[in-house]
């Protein structure tokens, strides 16, 4: 096939990713033999990563939501994720500590990347979530955020900003680790993206 990439993870990157995960060198090698049957050029394209993402919601709509996860994990904006970034990617979301979860969660809802956070970014990532909500699901939702407009508007006066208000990474991270509710409110729930996760290996 002309592939550059041997079978073998390198050493280098094997033991930065057990520094900055909680991943085994076991784990990691397994992943990566996986990773290169899905993806034998050993990066995956945001086209990729949205057929991905897709099998694990058959029910739902999610190649918004996916296309601006892509958008946070693809560190270096070359268009595709390689293992380092998909790793790095897999642990933030799972197993990272809550700070770091955080400041994911805040690049993910930066959307044009400038370090700060307008309300029509908020906008913008609560549609993308909304469209992996089930319509049967959205009608169980309290009246004051059963739509992605009303979402918004209960994350952004949470933080107490004006519509044209910016709201800093500092801010975003203080603001969700001291109020359970926002945390609530900006994430589509992880919990259930692990268990689809489980279902699909077992």
């Given at each position: 096939?002309?592939?550059s990439?041997?079978?073998?993870?390198?050493k280098?990157?094997?033991?930065?990713?057990?520094?900055?995960?909680?991943?085994?060198?076991?784990?990691?090698?397994?992943?990566y033999q996986?990773?290169?049957?899905?993806?034998?050029?050993g990066?995956i394209?945001?086209?990729?990563?949205e057929?991905?993402?897709?099998?694990?919601?058959?029910d739902?709509?999610?190649?918004?939501?996916?296309?601006?996860?892509?958008?946070?994990?693809?560190?270096?904006?070359?268009?595709?994720?390689?293992?380092?970034?998909?790793?790095?990617?897999?642990?933030?979301?799972?197993?990272?500590?809550?700070?770091?979860?955080?400041?994911?969660a805040?690049?993910?809802?930066?959307?044009?990347?400038?370090?700060?956070?307008?309300?029509?970014?908020?906008?913008?990532?609560?549609m993308?979530?909304?469209?992996?909500?089930?319509?049967?699901?959205?009608?169980?939702?309290?009246?004051d955020?059963?739509?992605?407009e009303?979402r918004?508007e209960?994350?952004?006066?949470f933080?107490?900003?004006?519509?044209?208000?910016k709201?800093?990474?500092?801010?975003?991270?203080?603001?969700?680790l001291?109020?359970?509710?926002?945390?609530?409110?900006i994430q589509?729930?992880?919990q259930?993206?692990?268990?689809?996760?489980?279902?699909?290996?077992?």
């Amino acid at each position: 096939m002309g592939n550059s990439k041997s079978g073998a993870l390198s050493k280098e990157i094997l033991e930065e990713l057990q520094l900055n995960t909680k991943f085994t060198e076991e784990e990691l090698c397994t992943w990566y033999q996986s990773f290169l049957k899905e993806c034998p050029s050993g990066r995956i394209t945001q086209k990729e990563f949205e057929s991905i993402y897709s099998k694990f919601f058959p029910d739902s709509d999610p190649k918004a939501y996916a296309q601006h996860v892509f958008r946070s994990f693809d560190a270096n904006s070359d268009g595709t994720l390689d293992f380092k970034e998909y790793v790095i990617a897999l642990h933030m979301t799972t197993a990272g500590k809550p700070t770091q979860k955080l400041e994911w969660a805040f690049s993910l809802y930066d959307v044009d990347g400038n370090g700060a956070i307008s309300k029509n970014e908020v906008l913008e990532i609560v549609m993308a979530i909304f469209k992996m909500i089930k319509p049967e699901d959205v009608k169980h939702l309290p009246d004051d955020e059963n739509t992605p407009e009303k979402r918004a508007e209960k994350i952004w006066a949470f933080f107490g900003k004006k519509d044209d208000d910016k709201l800093t990474e500092k801010e975003f991270i203080e603001g969700t680790l001291a109020n359970k509710e926002i945390l609530r409110l900006i994430q589509f729930e992880p919990q259930k993206v692990k268990e689809r996760i489980k279902e699909k290996k077992q």
